[in-house]
């Protein structure tokens, strides 16, 4: 690094560093202007002649006075014309302003000698307004420093970052947590993009090599390739780098690349011979060629290689599409596994191997694309990836869906997305057959739906399973020194086989057991009956046969069939209440498992059925459920509390400082929540599914329930935060209210109900830091709390003197924090499942009401968001705000769609008619205009208003004074006209929104509240 050093006489020459010898030093940061001193009128010794050498003095003099001997100019200390030397400089200057001890802006266009009118100086409006704001470089060099102090021309010192943080807020739209020095990496992508798009560069280039420090990736500097390449190769990069962060995934990523790889582990490979058949299949070839054909199902029945069959297509797609710059996206559902058997699931899956192939893409991400919610998740989902394809940039893209029967949760949804999806891209999809399935899919007139049944293949289907055969007898030990031997057996798998490889690869599993000799052979092939159900039958009569282990297999069985993801070993063992002798050993459980037949399969200690089918036969069993599936969950639900009960404790992981981070906690070897990962997460849905539409829980399970949530209420809630599955833990809860809302045990209804208000309170905290569930939640909690009360002892003692807090719950259901700036509306959508709120941070987020979860942040607004309104339909958000705009919003993508202008002032409250079809805003000049919210039209202005409007309302038939709502003054809730609720004043709105008994009320303080009534006083 090469620096500028001042002696005692004040002058200054240059000095080159290395980077393990640089000394505390001062750096610039300033504005270009026409007489800069560069690195060789130093060298040469005429730098003392330019204007700019004022800004070179100024830094060495400051940097002198502050104890500094060194400092750093770029137009100076950089030799441009050594393009190695520029390189590593433009690479290093985010470094180097973050390691610099001061960082000294030189404002050369703000004066503190010019007065105002009343004789105060006026510089502060010439700060806000000054040129250093709108350039590129400068962008990084006041993120970067810890330490940025802002002087005038006059040398004189302003204010620092810490000091005029509001400004610089206010001025660049930058978070103040960014600019209090909060890790870039907690902004997203499109957030941190926004912070240079109104800043300009000298060089268009720069546009993007000024964010090397931003995203913290570095490329190569190519003067001359113009801005939109330098940002391409930019995005690209970033892309690359950040695609592991894309929030597509829930707390259990499965990448459908890992997935189709495990699949082909667990079938014994991908066998080219069984599958190239497809290729001269005239369906296939006119899906492939022919650029109307956009869609092709694969139909068959259980068993008959349709997973494999879809593997080989993709293997033989993947070459050619990626060679051509095209993209390859692809899902296997499975229904065992409640991860990847729905239709989010799908799309999350599709977004984020097309995201992967064509980073471009990830511009069509929101800030979340995961909503806790199901049914807001598939809106968000849906819209990101038809957006994706209608991108006019979108490369050839292929779609794969395989076991479409195994999407189990909204199928329907995602076969009608399939079917209207944009022409350009080509679905391949594979099923059994089913009606609803036919009834979507069956081919069209225009011919651009195909189907392929594998059953009017039979004859290529027959040579796919003899090659089949043949490549899995090969691989036998047993027979490779039998050539009759292995011809007999050959024949004889050929003869039963009728077409179903799962058949085939049952056969050879038992086949290739360690103790299965060659003499076996003959005898095992010709004892197995063909077809699976009777195959299913034999292997589950061995399992009974067993002397000893007979009943460890069932339960297992029964655990592995109607758990809602795979289990692990040790999850299941415990789950199957095995003895402790087996349970103590994962080894021991594996070989149980072993025992299992070939129902089962294991891969990396997690436990797999080996097919949809027989997870349908065993469901069926009698044997495997002589009482019943509801019987089972349960049984399994009743373990499930046992353990927690068991294994919850205090501090699992050992963090002990109370505000230890999450983002910080290390797993502990060996883990105590091991055992109970899954039962942590699900023991409610088995709950929830062992009750029939008559039934309500038995006794002794809300027994057990009430025992646990009364002694490891709060302990469950810290697991869940270190599992990352606290909102799943929220979600439980309100599905447990529900469940025993109809049961006569008050006591623990009541109980269930404060633990529920306990945990929408306190969510976030215990998310961000687990063990703040004994300090923080429980400290704040009202007097009245029955987790208070029954937690007591887990209070921190080392809080002498506890705040007053309120005898009770009050009406507030939580509270959703979010926004930098004071709340200046609130507005739920017409179904209830959105609340939207704009603020003073220039921001409108988005929220579940239910969960307090935040899952979009729009932001595009110039100043404060002062009225937000959804569609009646929910489908457009229409913002107001400070800078005289308008906007529409797709509140699913989080897209502008419109920006409405033509107001001369702020713009104070926007309204949606009944029927969505125009949209009015009320302005500071005042006037109302009503608009077009599709095209963006104004369609009127009305005048004549003596001042500012501030509410806008279209006015609807039959309207009345009803329901819940606020007085005219803000200070009472009010309910069919009569005061109900008197508000504190730290509850007193800004800004409020009525849905049904839920009043949402937005504050000064930047925090929104929800209150919830249960019935009308």
């Not at 993007?208 to 190519?222: C, E, K, R, T």
């Not at 494999?308 to 296997?332: H, K, R």
């Not at 729905?342 to 471009?360: E, T």
């Not at 045990?745 to 215990?766: G, V």
Request: charged share 25%; hydrophobic share 40%.
């Amino acid at each position: 690094m090469r620096l500028l050093e001042r002696d005692d006489t004040g002058d200054f020459h240059l000095k080159d560093l290395p980077s393990n010898a640089i000394p505390p030093y001062a750096i610039l940061s300033h504005t270009w202007g026409d007489e800069e001193v560069l690195f060789k009128d130093l060298v040469d010794g005429t730098g003392r002649k330019n204007a700019g050498y004022a800004k070179v003095q100024f830094c060495g003099d400051q940097a002198w006075r502050d104890g500094l001997k060194h400092f750093w100019i770029d137009t100076c200390c950089i030799d441009k014309s050594d393009a190695v030397e520029l390189q590593h400089a433009l690479n290093s200057m985010f470094q180097w302003y973050r390691n610099a001890t001061k960082c000294y802006v030189y404002l050369t266009d703000v004066s503190t000698r010019k007065w105002d009118a009343d004789g105060n100086s006026g510089w502060e409006l010439a700060f806000r307004t000054c040129r250093w704001f709108t350039r590129g470089w400068t962008l990084q060099e006041l993120i970067a420093p810890t330490i940025v102090e802002f002087f005038s021309k006059e040398c004189e010192r302003l204010g620092d970052k810490k000091s005029l943080e509001r400004e610089i807020h206010d001025i660049t739209g930058i978070p103040l947590k960014a600019l209090q020095g909060r890790p870039l990496s907690d902004f997203s992508i499109a957030e941190r993009m926004a912070w240079i798009e109104k800043r300009d560069t000298k060089f268009e280039e720069d546009k993007a090599y000024s964010l090397f420090g931003i995203f913290d990736v570095h490329i190569p500097v190519i003067y001359g390739e113009g801005k939109q390449k330098a940002l391409k190769r930019l995005r690209d990069k970033i892309r690359e780098d950040y695609l592991c962060l894309a929030k597509l995934w829930s707390a259990d990523p499965r990448d459908p690349h890992h997935e189709k790889e495990r699949i082909e582990l667990a079938k014994g490979g991908l066998l080219a011979d069984a599958y190239r058949w497809v290729f001269d299949n005239p369906e296939f070839r006119q899906w492939r060629h022919n650029s109307e054909n956009r869609l092709l199902w694969i139909k068959g029945d259980p068993g008959k290689g349709k997973t494999m069959l879809l593997c080989g297509i993709i293997d033989e797609l993947e070459q050619p599409i990626t060679a051509s710059g095209g993209n390859l996206a692809y899902f296997f559902c499975q229904a065992t596994d409640s991860r990847i058997n729905s239709a989010i699931a799908v799309l999350r899956g599709l977004i984020y191997l097309l995201a992967r192939r064509q980073p471009g893409l990830l511009l069509y991400l929101p800030e979340n694309t995961y909503a806790s919610d199901d049914a807001m998740a598939w809106v968000v989902l849906s819209k990101v990836l038809r957006r994706m394809l209608e991108d006019p940039d979108l490369k050839e893209t292929y779609l794969v869906i395989d076991a479409l029967d195994e999407c189990v949760i909204d199928l329907p949804k995602l076969l009608d997305f399939v079917v209207i999806s944009p022409g350009r891209v080509k679905w391949l999809l594979s099923s059994r057959n089913e009606v609803l399935i036919e009834e979507k899919l069956k081919p069209d007139v225009g011919r651009t739906r195909l189907s392929l049944e594998l059953k009017a293949n039979a004859m290529q289907v027959s040579h796919a399973i003899d090659a089949y055969i043949d490549g899995k007898l090969s691989g036998l030990a047993s027979l490779q020194d039998d050539t009759s031997l292995k011809n007999q057996v050959r024949d004889i798998l050929h003869q039963k086989a009728n077409g179903t490889f799962l058949w085939v690869a049952l056969v050879i599993q038992e086949l290739s057991e360690d103790d299965v000799e060659s003499w076996h052979a003959l005898q095992i092939v010709e004892e197995v009956p063909s077809g699976l159900d009777r195959m299913y039958d034999r292997m589950l009569n061995e399992i009974s046969r067993y002397k000893r282990d007979s009943e460890f297999c069932r339960r297992i069985l029964l655990v592995a069939t109607v758990a809602y993801r795979p289990l692990y070993l040790d999850e299941i063992g415990s789950l199957s209440e095995l003895p402790e002798q087996i349970v103590g050993s994962t080894e021991n459980i594996r070989k149980v498992v072993a025992k299992c037949g070939s129902f089962l399969t294991i891969r990396e200690d997690k436990i797999y059925l080996i097919h949809q089918s027989a997870k349908d036969y065993l469901s069926a069993s009698a044997l495997i459920f002589p009482h019943g599936a509801p019987i089972a969950h349960r049984d399994i639900c009743a373990r499930s509390l046992e353990l927690m009960l068991q294994k919850l404790r205090r501090d699992m992981y050992g963090l002990v400082t109370p505000g230890f981070p999450i983002d910080q906690a290390r797993t502990p070897e060996p883990d105590p929540l091991v055992t109970i990962r899954y039962s942590c997460v699900f023991w409610v849905d088995h709950l929830r599914d062992s009750i029939t539409d008559k039934d309500t829980p038995q006794r002794n399970t809300l027994d057990a329930v009430q025992t646990f949530l009364e002694l490891k209420y709060l302990y469950w809630l810290e697991a869940l935060s270190l599992l990352r599955a606290i909102s799943e833990g929220v979600i439980a809860i309100r599905k447990l209210e529900g469940l025993l809302g109809r049961t006569h045990q008050r006591q623990l209804t009541t109980f269930i109900r404060d633990a529920h208000r306990f945990a929408l309170s306190n969510r976030w905290i215990i998310e961000q830091a687990p063990l703040q569930a004994y300090t923080s939640a429980l400290v704040f909690a009202p007097v009245g709390s029955l987790v208070k009360k029954r937690f007591k002892t887990e209070e921190p003692s080392w809080i002498s003197t506890k705040p007053v807090v309120e005898t009770d719950w009050n009406a507030c259901l939580q509270t959703l924090e979010g926004h930098n700036g004071s709340v200046y509306s609130v507005a739920f959508s017409a179904d209830g499942q959105r609340l939207a709120s704009g603020a003073g941070d220039r921001t409108v987020k988005i929220w579940d009401p239910a969960s307090g979860q935040c899952f979009q942040t729009l932001e595009g607004h110039n100043g404060s968001v002062y009225s937000v309104a959804f569609s009646p339909d929910g489908q457009r958000l229409a913002s107001g705000a400070v800078d005289d705009t308008v906007k529409i919003w797709d509140p699913a993508s989080g897209q502008c769609l419109q920006t409405l202008e033509g107001h001369n002032g702020s713009v104070y409250s926007v309204a949606f008619s009944a029927d969505g079809q125009r949209l009015a805003s009320g302005a500071v000049d005042c006037t109302v205009k009503i608009w077009d919210p599709a095209s963006g039209q104004c369609l009127q202005t009305l005048e004549g208003y003596r001042s500012s409007v501030s509410s806008v309302a279209f006015l609807a038939d039959n309207q009345g004074a009803h329901g819940y709502g606020l007085g005219q003054d803000t200070t009472w809730v009010i309910c069919n006209g009569q005061n109900v609720l008197w508000l504190p004043p730290e509850y007193r709105p800004t800004c409020s929104a009525i849905q049904g008994r839920i009043v949402a009320i937005g504050c000064s303080s930047g925090r929104v509240f929800t209150i919830g009534f249960s019935r009308d006083k």
